[in-house]
């Protein structure tokens, strides 16, 4: 019987509604056409085990520890047990002291943001922010939007070359790169907390914004093709909303947030303590 202090968390039935159809579909296409290939088959079991995988993929929190669910198993650890957080693409992961029992939370359940929320609520000490005054973007997102955007134009180029007369691939592919790469050029970089002040840092330019002057910090998602994607969000009271992508979003948005509520109740910020 569940607790009434326990919450579970799962991926949500629309998607698992989704994932059951694709997989019959393609199973009732495969029987139809007859088709018996290595390919076929392995096709089938590839979308039975991620459907499996999704299935079974869940999260419960109770008062006394944090339990994970998967395909393989579980795992569990006492609240007491945990000693650090870390962040694998955009799936928090908690470390016990010994360094042996690793929990991932899957960034795709329904309600992961909630997850956080409880997760840092009960462990408001897990982050060492003091050694995390400047955030930032990762190489790898940098690389990715520049290496794109010089890919485009090369095609853009091959299409002038090869198909001389095909002008509107050629500008359209040329227009897309440029629109990645300046995209790229007038999008934050990282951001660095410097007292009372948070200074949001681009590549020609820094602007900073007292803490009284943000409304809010939130971490938002949006729903990609490969599912849903986190970033950090500043509410300024006037202006337009800053939007973050930077490395290991969910640690900068507890970074952020912490910060942000020290700061606006008085209280000495782990930042004071480097000064």
């Known amino acids: 019987m569940i607790q009434t202090n326990e919450q579970i968390f799962r991926h949500s039935f629309t998607k698992l509604v989704w994932i059951y159809l694709g997989l019959l579909l393609f199973g009732i296409l495969v029987f139809l056409t007859g088709l018996k290939d290595y390919i076929s088959i392995m096709g089938v079991v590839i979308l039975l085990i991620i459907a499996l995988f999704y299935s079974t993929s869940s999260v419960k929190i109770s008062d006394e520890e944090i339990v994970t669910h998967g395909l393989l198993g579980s795992k569990s650890l006492k609240w007491s047990e945990i000693n650090r957080a870390s962040v694998r693409g955009q799936s928090l992961r908690l470390h016990n002291y010994d360094g042996d029992i690793t929990l991932s939370i899957d960034s795709q359940l ?82 660095a907390l410097e007292g009372s002040s948070l200074s949001v840092v681009y590549l020609f330019k820094k602007v900073s914004h007292r803490a009284d002057e943000i409304s809010a910090i939130a971490l938002e998602k949006r729903r990609t093709r490969n599912g849903y994607f986190y970033f950090v969000r500043l509410n300024l009271k006037t202006g337009k909303p800053v939007k973050l992508s930077m490395q290991g979003a969910i640690l900068a948005y507890e970074t952020l947030k912490r910060w942000h509520e020290k700061t606006i109740s008085g209280k000495p910020s782990f930042l004071d303590s480097l000064n």
């Open 110 to 191: 329904e309600g992961y943001i909630d997850i956080l929320n409880i997760i840092f609520k009960k462990l408001p000490n897990l982050l060492d922010a003091g050694e995390n005054n400047f955030l930032s973007k990762s190489i790898l997102t940098n690389i990715i939007s520049v290496a794109l955007s010089l890919l485009l134009v090369s095609i853009a180029i091959l299409f002038l070359v090869y198909q001389g007369s095909d002008w509107f691939i050629s500008i359209l592919f040329v227009g897309l790169g440029i629109y990645i790469l300046i995209s790229w050029l007038l999008s934050p970089q990282g951001v």
